[in-house]
């Protein structure tokens, strides 16, 4: 079956240090994205890519970094410089960058600060 | 002028009840407007989505209603179930730009 395969499913960081989400799609979709999710603030963009090699910052940057060197994957560091760090990640993917149409999702990843 | 603005947060109807969430924009630029439905510990899935050309679409007991010279939009949910129990986000886009999500309605269907 296609899909968006999102690991882990549950991760903790400790207080500095780097974690990596992971995310696969096996959908040959052009697009991908990473959204963080927090209660009441729904769904904020933090980088998206619509190519490979090529990737853009979205809403909320700050603290991530993210990598697309292959086109059915797109991993997001959530570095120390980032705060606050608890929330649900969710990655996505679209086929075509160049249409609306619609989001792909992960079953997501919760990450908590120890 | 980004924004997107869903209400209401929460939502408490009885089965067989019409559930209605709404949302409202204020770019004009905006030309596509889905609705996300998401379960608890799920990602969200495309429900129904609209363009501004039409005022209405309807799949199942699911309908949108669009009102562009108001710059709102709406979600309504016929004769809900305990099944459709969920946080519902809608959203809106300029084409091939990114998604702007609203922040989201949690729905609760009691029996």
């Known amino acids: 079956d296609g899909g968006i395969t999102q690991s882990p499913k549950y991760l903790f960081r400790k207080e500095g240090q780097n974690v990596t989400l992971s995310c696969e799609q096996n959908?040959?979709?052009?697009?991908m994205y990473w959204y963080r999710q927090d209660p009441g603030q729904g769904l904020r963009l933090i980088y998206y890519?619509?190519?490979?090699?090529?990737?853009q910052k979205g809403d909320i940057a700050e603290g991530y970094s993210v990598s697309r060197e292959k086109k059915e994957s797109f991993p997001l560091t959530v570095t120390s410089a980032q705060k606050n760090p608890t929330a649900f990640y969710l990655c996505a993917s679209r086929e075509d960058r160049l249409a609306n149409e619609k989001l792909f999702f992960g079953s997501g990843t919760q990450l908590s600060v120890l | 002028q980004q924004q997107v603005k869903q209400s209401p947060q929460s939502l408490i109807v009885q089965k067989g009840g019409i559930s209605i969430i709404n949302c409202a924009y204020e770019?004009?630029?905006?030309?596509?407007f889905p609705w996300y439905q998401q379960f608890p510990g799920k990602g969200p899935a495309l429900l129904i989505a609209i363009r501004p050309d039409v005022s209405e679409k309807k799949e199942g007991r699911f309908t949108i209603s669009f009102n562009k010279s108001a710059k709102q939009f709406s979600l309504h949910i016929m004769d809900s179930q305990p099944g459709d129990s969920a946080t519902y986000f809608c959203?809106?886009?300029?084409?091939?730009?990114?998604?702007?999500f609203g922040t989201g309605t949690r729905l609760q269907v009691f029996p």
């Open positions: 770019n004009t630029a905006f030309d596509y």
């Open positions: 890519s619509q190519i490979v090699n090529d990737f």
């Open positions: 959908l040959n979709h052009d697009a």
């Open positions: 959203a809106a886009s300029i084409y091939t730009d990114k998604l702007i």
